[in-house]
């Protein structure tokens, strides 16, 4: 039986992974609390490695946060983020891990870069300096992905997807996103009977968005490729894979299919005076979808599956 640990197996990306590798059947799925195991403690990293003989990694675990945590705290994003990468990556090595998946973020692209973003636009441009310190992190994940495979023969790969949203989201007032922050605004205002929700910036901006579950699918495959198949379609310096749906949206139509799903029959006004951000960003799949894989979740199908959810759970989202 494989034994497979996913690091972050928490979050919501993690935990969507440890949900499908448990269905497979025949793994043995490894998970470890972080009182159990704290990732920043290199000595307690390399010892759980030593001890569990484990097969592959999937490397979920990350300190992440909105743009105000990014630009207030970039600092500990940076430190934290290294950290882990470095002990988890390097561990694994030690402990001859020869199968590791590394999920980054579609912010390690340059802020201006041409849509939509493919692989090798990574490390052409400028960052986007309000969450720079994250992106660097995980652009440094990935080039020592690429550097133990070229240097020992590892099997490390890395996956960057787009905007994620599903079970197991933030949905705090404050610091939430985008999908997690519009359900919670749009289902208080249902409750209160409101007749206005006021939605930020102009809803011109077009994003894509993906369900984690699809991730986590796209994570799986990616992980098993072959290596044959894997290296016919990457570069040993260009290695990493978008994933997206490579289909987006007005942040407009965005708010209107929430509104929808979660049954707000008011008015909706845009703030054309708030901040809209970068106009459009969409991650190009067409590697992705080279190596056999393509999304199944369309937005509202998806959307309506995380209110459900939000629905079961949103005792844990009060103040």
Known sequence: ???????????MVGSAIARQLNVLGDVDVITRSRAELNLLNQVDVF????????????LAAAKVGGIV???TYPAEFIYENLTIQ?????????AEVRDLLFLGSSCIYPKFAEQPMREDALLTATLEPT???????????????ESYNRQYGCNYRSVMPTNLYGENDNFHPENSHVIPALLRRFHEAKLAGDKKVIAWGSGKPMREFLHVND?????????N??????????????SHINVGTGVDCTIRELVETVAKVVGFVGEIEFDSSKPDGAPRKLMDVSRLKSLGWE???????????TYHWFLNNQDNFRK
């Not at 039986?1 to 979050?11: E, L, T």
């Open 1 to 11: 039986m494989k034994k497979i640990f996913v690091a972050g197996h928490n979050g």
């Open 47 to 58: 010892e759980f490695f030593k001890n569990n003989n484990i097969d592959q990694v999937y």
């Open 69 to 71: 945590a990014n630009n």
């Open 86 to 94: 470095n002990n988890i990556i390097h561990g694994a090595y030690m």
């Open 131 to 145: 969450n720079e310190s994250y992106a660097i992190a995980k652009i440094a994940g990935i080039k020592m992905c």
């Open 215 to 223: 991730m986590a699918a796209a994570s799986i495959h990616v992980m």
């Open 225 to 238: 490729l072959s290596n044959d198949v894997y290296k016919a379609n990457t570069q040993d310096m260009l």
């Open 295 to 305: 999304y199944s979740i369309n937005l509202e199908e998806g959307l309506k599956a």
